[in-house]
């Protein structure tokens, strides 16, 4: 049995895992209309390969990526491309964004692709470069892309894989369902990547409230060589930091990353997608979501494709819209509610919350902070909320910096235990964008001042080399006079040289070619 | 020595004041001349937090000159394009009071690049010339266009051109530029939904 450590703080929000955990993982369906946009995670958008009225085929890409941090999306099931437009997404700001518009014809025909079951075969590059391709991105967080993340720096070796099965946040149960069912494919992928970047061990890390996922993994990890950790439940353990500490004892340094100390972390959702696109050559088309909350009769884990309206999902699990008051795309924690149900489901849509008002009420109005310091105490990066908040109401940036507001991983620990209610989380993000914002604003005028000084230095330099050329020209023509012996020498008359000096200025100003002939 | 000392206090102290006075002036001098700093180092850091669009709106003609005037007392908040967040910056450095923005130079609005109607565009390259980041590419009797990435928005662009065909375009608000809001403290409906209901209820 492995020791595990534990990290600062953390809190026991109620779990609310069962409701969704009563049936097994099911197939949602594919809805007439598949909205998919094409911007789905950090990165630049994808860019649209496709014509309105075209005929797309399962798995065929519809959308190329635009640059490094970037991923191509591929056709959920086959269909026609009715539009290419503004929809609504998933986002937080509720905002619209280029949507590829797919009315499916329900044959869900297949294009043929390429998949590598030895993928040992295959060198590592390769294999990124397949994943790339499938569209892989991180199942968890934000959804960073999948490639990206594998190209580590080669001089960096990763000690530790880390598999984070830990699933934290309350009433989220995708990685739970994959555990219990599809164990084999978790194992299979975590062997995947462990083949791309060679690490000395392999951990997967699962909160000890998912008893059924432990063994189903123990069991399929037989032989392998990969441990399974139960981690006490404490929420959040499931942010990657914390995992980290919780399994090795070592901190990531704050502004650090993992591979700074030698660990990789990969979410357990990613490993199937990356057993998927390997084995089956099963580009990223769909993802298990769990669509629970009050509100529905059924709810459970779906297996969604990729741009299913939320409307769709909701549907399928006997949603009272009556007695719902607001719609959560991830968990209560670190969710954000969405404006409507057409929003459709993206690569990293985990959760779907549809609670009643009484189930997850409206924050009652902040009131002043009584320095009671609960919310030091539960913060997981060992922060000082209470001050951060502070600083972050009077806008001082330095020293948010200088307290860390950055280590800060918006779990929301502070506001949960905060007794006055105050909406924590919410100054530190909008501390952050302003903090990232005033550093763009200041690297755009670093730049403007550059090309300021460039233009500058370039004027003065074109006036100088006007003015050396000019002189050159009138010696040149002097020179020229006395050469053919010309009656008076200007040179020798002062007042005739400054006459002849402001008359070629005049005619340089004109008509500079012509400067030699009119001195 | 000693003896000599005992005898003329007075002039011995005297002496020995001068004669340190001589050497640390020496050394001040010194070191005036072995460390002098090229510039006026407040007016360069004045100038690295002033937002580099040499739009001239402060009254001054561009971002070092305004630098050089605060530096030299004059007040801080006269720069439109930096508004609030340069004030503050600025009042930071200077460690005076941040003042709201003096409303008589213009308003802080939101970031514009310039547009050329190209069509209309005649070649006359008045605005290459007016441009202070040479954010416009064109040549003599050709279209001109506006580098928008290089563009500060400055508008000095758009009076010189003779046939009007510059418009400034207020920079579209989307995903990109979409930033956390600070929670609204009057109605504190909160986008963090903390799961208050069973609070306290250990797991
Ligand atoms: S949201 Fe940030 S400050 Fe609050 S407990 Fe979590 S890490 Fe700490
Ligand atoms: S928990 Fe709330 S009231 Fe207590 S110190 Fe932190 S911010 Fe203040
Ligand atoms: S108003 Fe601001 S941006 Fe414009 S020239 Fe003056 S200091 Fe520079
Ligand atoms: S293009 Fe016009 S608005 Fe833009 S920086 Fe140049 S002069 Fe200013």
């Known amino acids: 049995m492995r020791t595990v450590f534990r990290f600062h703080g953390g809190i026991h929000p109620s ?224 942010g990657e930091k914390q995992l980290i500490e919780i399994l090795t004892n070592k901190q990531v340094p704050s502004g650090g990353l993992p591979a700074d100390i030698g660990v990789m972390c990969q979410n357990l959702g990613t490993t199937v997608a990356i057993h998927d696109a390997v084995i089956k050559g099963r580009p990223l088309i769909s993802r298990i979501t769990t669509v629970t909350g009050r509100s529905l009769d059924q709810p459970q884990n779906f297996e969604v494709l990729l741009g299913t309206p939320l409307r769709f999902l909701l549907s399928r699990a006997g949603y009272q819209g009556s007695t719902n008051n607001k719609l959560i795309i991830g968990g209560p924690m670190m969710g954000f509610t969405v ?31 009584i320095r009671c310091g609960q919310c030091a105490e539960v913060c997981p990066a060992s922060l000082l909320p209470q001050q951060l908040f502070w600083f972050a109401q009077g806008n001082e940036h330095e020293k948010l910096e200088r307290h860390n507001l950055f280590d800060c991983i918006e779990c929301g620990s502070c506001s949960w235990v905060c007794p006055s209610h105050i909406p924590l989380v919410q100054y530190y993000r909008a501390a952050k964008a302003d903090i990232v914002l005033h550093r763009e604003n200041h690297l755009k005028s670093e730049h403007a001042r550059g090309r300021f000084e460039f233009r500058q230095a370039r004027i003065a330099r074109e006036v100088h080399e006007k003015q050396t050329r000019r002189e050159a020209r009138r010696q040149a023509a002097l020179a020229h006079n006395n050469d053919s012996g010309s009656i008076t020498s200007p040179s020798t008359d002062p007042v005739q040289a400054a006459i002849a000096r402001a008359k070629a200025r005049k005619a340089g100003q004109q008509k500079p070619r012509s400067e030699p002939e009119s001195s | 020595m000693l003896e000599l000392i005992s005898h003329y206090p007075l002039a011995a102290a005297l002496l020995a004041l001068v004669g340190m006075g001589a050497v640390f002036g020496a050394l001040l001098g010194y070191a005036d001349v072995r460390f002098r700093t090229e510039g006026d180092p407040i007016a360069d850091q004045i100038n690295n937090l002033l937002p580099q669009t040499q739009c001239g709106q402060c009254g001054y003609p561009g971002c070092r000159p305004y630098a050089e005037a605060i530096a030299g007392g004059e007040a801080i908040n006269k720069c439109p394009p930096g508004g609030e967040s340069t004030i503050a910056d600025l009042a930071d450095l200077l460690d005076v009071e941040a003042l709201p923005l003096d409303q008589e130079h213009g308003e802080e609005k939101v970031k514009a690049v310039a547009y050329i109607r190209e069509p209309e565009c005649i070649g006359c390259t008045k605005c290459i010339q007016a441009c202070p980041v040479d954010a416009i590419l064109g040549a003599a009797k050709q279209m001109h266009t506006v580098i928008v990435s290089e563009c ?13 065909c510059i418009d400034m375009i207020p920079q579209a608000q989307g995903l ?23 609070r306290g209820q250990a797991a």
């Open chain 1, 15 to 238: 779990e609310n895992k069962q409701q969704s955990l009563q049936t097994p993982i099911e197939f949602a369906g594919i809805p007439p209309e598949l909205v998919i946009p094409l911007s789905q995670h950090v990165g630049a958008p994808a860019s649209s390969v496709v014509a309105i009225g075209e005929r797309v085929l399962k798995g065929q890409m519809i959308a190329e990526s635009t640059g490094y941090i970037s991923l191509p999306l591929h056709a959920p099931t086959s269909g026609t491309i009715t539009a290419i437009e503004d929809r609504t997404i998933p986002h937080p700001s509720g905002y619209k964004a280029p949507c590829l518009i797919i009315a499916t014809d329900g044959e869900d025909e297949w294009q043929t692709t390429r998949c590598e079951p030895n993928y040992q075969d295959l060198t590592p590059a390769e294999l990124v470069q397949l994943l790339r391709d499938a569209g892989v991105a991180g199942m968890g967080g934000a959804g960073f892309p999948t490639a990206v993340k594998l190209s580590i720096n080669p001089d960096v070796h990763i000690e530790t894989l880390v598999i984070n099965g830990t699933e934290c946040e309350p009433y989220i149960t995708a990685d739970d369902a994959l555990m219990r069912e599809r164990g084999a494919q978790i194992i299979e992928g975590a062997r995947i990547l462990s083949y791309i970047i060679n690490p000395a061990r392999t951990l997967i890390g699962v909160e000890d409230n998912k008893p059924e996922g432990i063994a189903s993994l123990r069991y399929a990890a037989r032989d392998t060589g990969i441990d399974i950790v139960a981690v006490p439940t404490r929420y959040p353990s499931g």
């Open chain 1, 339 to 369: 404006p409507n149900a057409d929003v459709p489901v993206v690569k990293t849509c985990n959760c779907l919350l549809a609670p009643t008002e009484n189930e997850l009420p409206s924050p009652p109005p902040a009131k002043a902070c």
């Open chain 2, 152 to 164: 500060t928005g400055c508008d000095l662009c758009v009076d010189p051109c003779p046939v009007d």
């Open chain 2, 176 to 198: 990109h530029s979409w930033r956390w809001p600070l929670p609204d403290p009057v109605s504190s409906v909160a986008a963090i939904i903390a799961t208050d209901s069973n």
